[in-house]
């Protein structure tokens, strides 16, 4: 979320500043920031790999680095890994999931905001807000397009296959779309009373504490109803962990 935030941010005042949206710069900035750090890991992965585990296992990870280097490495974990059977040993890279669903987030939703950025530039809508205005509601509109189908998708698909529904990027979009569409309704945010704020805030944080989660084998908490127990996992209130009563199964 935080990272939609800031980039979207940056993205918008770039387009507003210099009216359009720089693709090379920002891709070109993205390889410069993720790529040496993440060839290093993946190298130094590589060669633990093959000086330390079984030869069982060098396929397979092999299989995750090469996925890992082009950021399509959840997609393979979704199609292979039980998340919720902490027993099976774990992929040596398996927080790179997380990197590459960002990475294709950022393929894809630069190259969309440019595409609204033109349809904007050539209808003019009727608003007394001038161009602007217009950009703006483009972008409303486009980050709605991107929430929207996700967060649907994610909520049947967790319920549906938990396991894979966790690592893929149809799940996920919606998180990172979330910052993004702060930063495009900043200005409507801003707009809110300190007072609704406060409310607002307080009532989100007392309905989330109030909620009770399941803690799996890996310790993996997932919002849940005031009952649910499924297989390995147990229902907790989030006051059984301020209170230390809550414990794996």
Known sequence: MISGFLITGMLVRQAEEQGRIDLADFYARRIRRILPAATVVLAFVAVLTLLILPRTRWDEIGVEIIASAFYLVNWVLADGTDYLHAEEAASPIQHFWTLAVEEQFYILWPALLVGLLWLASRRRLNSSGGQTANIQRYLQIGVAV????SFLWSIYYTEANPAPAYFVTTTRLWEIAIGAAIAIFAV?????????????????????SSRDFIICGNGFPRLCG?????????SYNWRHVWQGDARLC
Do not use: E, F, M
């Open 188 to 208: 409507q945010l801003q707009k809110i009373p300190p007072t609704i704020g406060y409310v607002l805030q307080g009532g989100g944080s007392w309905r989330y």
């Open 146 to 149: 991107a929430i929207i189908p």
């Open 226 to 234: 005031p009952s649910a127990h499924t297989g390995r996992c147990r």
